[in-house]
C-alpha cells in the first residue's frame, strides 16, 4: 500500500494526526514532593507517600509543552484511573484547562443577572454536598 506525500501511514493527513498520549504514575512523598522510588523518602525520611501522576496537556503559545500533574491517591489504581479519565476527555476534546474564575466575573461573562447572597448561598450549599 503506497502512502501519499504529507500522510501518516494511518492514512490521516499528517497536520491532524498526533501520537497517542500517555502519562505517568509514580509515588511522590507527602512531607517535600519528592519522587519516591521505594516505601521511604531518601531525601526527608517520610514514610507515608502517595500516588501521583503527570500527562502532557499540549503547548502553550510559545510551544513550549504544557503538563497537568496531581497527586494525593491512596493507591495506584486509583491515579491510574484518574489518569485514563483525563487522557479520554483530552482524546474526545472535553478537556477544559482549570481557572480561577471570580463569580462576580461568571456573571458579567455569561450574562447571568446577579442575585442577592442568600439566594446564591442555598444552591451552593446543595452543590457542595
Known sequence: MSVAPGQAQTGIPRQTWRPVMSGSVFKRCTR???????????????????????VDVGTDARRRRKQWARSGFGTKKAAEHALRELLTSLDQRRYVEPRRLTLETYWSTTGCRR???????PAVVIAAR
Not at 33 to 47: F, L, M, Q, S, T
Not at 115 to 121: A, F, H, L, W
Open 32 to 54: 517535600c514532593g519528592a519522587r519516591v522510588p521505594d516505601r521511604r523518602c531518601e531525601k526527608c525520611g517520610a514514610d507515608s507517600p502517595s500516588w501521583a501522576f503527570t
Open 115 to 121: 442575585g442577592s447572597p442568600s439566594s446564591v448561598m
